[in-house]
């Protein structure tokens, strides 16, 4: 299947060059779209760092490197999407954004390709039914950093086929990956009790329980989990955690789900986390 199925991903910033990276590498003829040339440039250095350290680690050998920079191409160009079999998107948090995108591919695909967002939570189910193929529409949510991260969270809708998942589940399992399916609900489960989480973490913070060091210590060091939440949250982009968090909040209309002001206070100031360079810590 792999010499012959192409997949094209559509972004290549953060997610993208992650997903276009494992996909290559997969053996599969993958095509990284952007509107931004300079974002391609970014992604290709991104990917090139990537293998380079995959062959230090001794994970991967040169021979795999140029193979799988042989099976990416770079365009700006949708029209290159045409013959895909597979299209995932995964440009900005942008409902409008997103479902611009997938009425532009609907056009130049043809009725068999498949459609897949990697949204964090945006409804699958509200963006498949924007195109003329709610059957072929489905979530693919990789994990960051995607070369690194095991799961797939596979979101289903009421309309997508069982043919489509699974397709999704075996072209996942092909880029050595653990596909998980949930359905379509607001979060899917991934992010409904990891924002959450988070969310308490910045009323505790707000509520003096505990500083940002002892409230991520606790977290750490009681649950085992890699980093603390707050840490965590920079990490991730405290405007995404909230739109995260805003996603629950309007479609559960759960007070428990309400964003904390801190979290507000601090997005409208302009301090995202890490990538801003100052979040809950400051980076250089
Ligand atoms: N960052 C994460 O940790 C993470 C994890 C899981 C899922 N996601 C989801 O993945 C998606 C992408 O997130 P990201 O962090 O990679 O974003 P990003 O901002 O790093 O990258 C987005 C890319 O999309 C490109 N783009 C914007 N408009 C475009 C258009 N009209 N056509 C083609 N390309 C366009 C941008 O130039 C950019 O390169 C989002 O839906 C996000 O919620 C993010």
């Known amino acids: 299947m792999k010499n012959k199925f192409k997949i094209a991903i559509i972004g290549s910033g953060t997610m ?16 990284l779209v952007d509107i ?6 970014k992604a290709l ?19 795999d490197k140029k193979n799988t920079l042989n099976k990416l191409n ?19 948090e942008k409902f409008e954004l997103k479902v611009s995108i997938f009425k ?17 939570s945006i409804s699958i189910s509200e963006l498949g039914n924007k195109t003329s193929r709610p059957t072929k529409f ?3 949510h990789f994990m960051n950093p995607v070369p690194i991260m095991k799961l797939i969270e596979v979101i289903n809708t009421i309309h997508t086929s069982k043919d489509t998942t699974r397709k999704i589940i075996e072209i996942s399992e092909s880029m050595k990956k653990i596909p998980i399916q949930c359905n379509d609900y607001p979060g899917f489960v991934s992010n409904r ?16 329980v505990a500083t940002k060091e002892s409230i991520d210590g606790i977290m750490k060091l009681g649950m085992s989990h890699p980093m603390g939440p707050l840490q965590l949250a920079d990490f991730i982009g405290l405007d995404v955690c909230l739109d995260i968090m805003e996603v629950l909040w309007n479609g559960f209309n759960d007070s ?16 995202l986390g890490k990538k801003t360079g100052r979040g809950f810590y400051t980076y250089d």
């Open 138 to 140: 489905i979530g693919m």
């Open 104 to 120: 532009k591919l609907d056009k130049i695909c043809n009725s068999k390709t498949i459609f897949a967002s990697n949204t964090s």
């Open 36 to 41: 931004d040339k300079n974002q391609l440039n």
């Open 193 to 208: 009790i990891l924002m959450p989480m988070i969310n308490e973490a910045i009323f505790c913070l707000e509520q003096n």
């Open 256 to 271: 428990k789900y309400r964003p904390c002001t801190l979290l507000k206070s601090m997005v409208s100031s302009g301090l």
């Open 16 to 31: 993208g060059n992650g997903i276009a990276h494992v996909s290559a590498q997969s053996g599969f003829h993958t095509t």
């Open 74 to 92: 770079m365009t700006t160009d949708f029209e290159n999407c045409k013959n895909c079999d597979l299209v995932i998107e995964a440009v900005p």
């Open 45 to 63: 250095q991104n990917i090139n760092f990537n293998l380079d350290r995959q062959i230090n680690k001794k994970v991967i050998s040169e021979i």
